[in-house]
């Protein structure tokens, strides 16, 4: 292997490494969210640090690689395509530590009643299935893998446009829960942002595998 094979391959290796990290915090939220255990979004809270310092790393790499080989073509795009899909992944790292930050301040385990009615956890299950697919299309360099992505993010979308009706409509039923119904209102959007996050991930892919730009392309094939 070359030196750009083999720093090409590192650079693979600590991004698969990062979106495993964020993959698992939105899992993490999701457990903290419905068993009210607070010390797993406490360990969401200290594990951003990490994604943070692996964006940083991650960046250095792509800066190094870019001025000492000159990548070009499809080595060319990955490179690009890892610094934008990096910043995507720090993203939804910080939702996932705000929500964190949100639980830990609730500091009760949160009424599954009110969670329901967002249908939060099937924005959750959304958000870590797409996770989950960008995680296997990056691996595996799967463009098709990563487009079956946007089928979800029409699910956050659709949870998301209802929630300000439906946080009006139970402030209107018990104002004294007004506070926790719009915090909850906020996961609700941090979830919805998760999956935006993800589908510019999904895009950054089919960039690198296909050189077929799918930003502002209401046609995702």
Known sequence: MSNLEIELQALKENLLEMMGLVSKQVSLCKE????????????????????????????????????????????????????????????IGDNAKNIAVFLTKSGKKLDKAYLDKFSIEKMYEASIAMLSCLGKALKDDDAELARKTFKDDEILNKKNKSGPKTAAALIEADPKQAKLIVRLLAVVNKLERIGDLAINIAEEVVFHVEAKVLKHNKDKS
């Open 32 to 91: 903290a969210t419905f068993s009210g255990n607070l010390a797993l979004a406490e360990d969401v809270i200290v594990n951003e640090k990490r994604i943070n310092n692996l964006e940083l790393t991650i960046d250095k790499d792509c800066e190094n690689i870019l001025a000492l080989h000159n990548p070009v073509a499809t080595d060319l795009r990955f490179v690009l395509a890892v610094l934008k899909i990096t910043n995507d992944l720090e993203r």
